[in-house]
């Protein structure tokens, strides 16, 4: 009589039972050896997922041309231009508020175009022209956007105003003569929560009549 649970087959065969309990218990065994090693060693088992970390983890030199000025520095290479100018740079008027490009907080000039820095990945930022709030001012003497910002009291918290600025110094170089309309479309990716909304066109106006050498007397 044979046995059910056996693996073997009558006359001496392996039958399919039999070979996959074999199977079975040999993955087992190499899963529980390497665990045991890899326990041993203090090493954490590798997995596809973990080399892919390690590979995006990876850190690389780039060299940034800043306000005229090239930086050089080591980044991860998923590292955002956003966070080399806050975290490696110490730039922290580009300001960390979404993190997604919906508020404009974070605007910068990349080759004179208004972008969002936490969209750019530093790695890509390389060979550009790039320019934050830091490069506007000469010295103690504030850009006339900046004045214009400060003499209309269009500010509050803060957090959205370098990021209007810069997104103003975008629009005023290559449209030295806005319309309203093409103000309000031009600053439309720019969010104020505290909404200084009107103090803002007031302060775009008077920085376009004298940047172009108008009087707008404070």
């Known amino acids: 009589m044979t ?18 309990k074999g199977v079975g218990a040999g993955t087992l065994a190499a899963t529980a ?15 596809p997922a973990a080399v892919d970390a390690k590979i995006l983890r990876g850190t690389v030199p780039v060299t940034l041309k800043i306000n005229g000025k090239p930086r050089t520095l080591t980044v991860e ?9 806050r975290a ?24 004179g175009r208004a972008v969002t820095a936490c969209m750019i990945l530093a790695l890509d930022a ?25 003499e209309c009291d ?21 449209n030295p003569a806005p319309t309203p309309d093409e103000v309000r479309a031009a600053l439309s990716g720019n969010i104020c929560r505290c909404g200084t909304y009107n103090h803002i ?11 172009a050498g108008g009087d707008a007397t404070p």
């Open 201 to 211: 066109f007031d302060a775009v106006e008077k920085a376009k009549v004298r940047l």
């Open 33 to 47: 050896g390497a665990g045991l090693a890899a326990r041993a060693t203090g090493a954490q088992p590798t997995t």
């Open 88 to 111: 490696h740079l110490d730039l922290t008027g580009t300001k960390l508020v979404c993190d997604r490009a919906t508020c404009g907080a974070c605007t910068v000039l990349l080759d």
């Open 154 to 174: 269009a500010l509050q918290c803060g957090f959205c105003t370098p990021g209007f600025i810069m997104a103003t110094k975008a629009l005023l170089d290559a």
């Open 126 to 150: 390389q060979g550009c022209d790039i320019q934050t709030i830091e490069g506007l001012a000469a010295g103690d003497a504030l850009h006339p956007i900046q004045q214009a910002f400060l």
């Open 77 to 85: 290479t998923r590292t955002t231009l956003l966070e080399a100018l």
């Open 3 to 20: 046995d059910s649970n056996s693996g073997d087959k009558p006359g001496g065969g392996l039958s399919r039972r039999g070979f996959l």
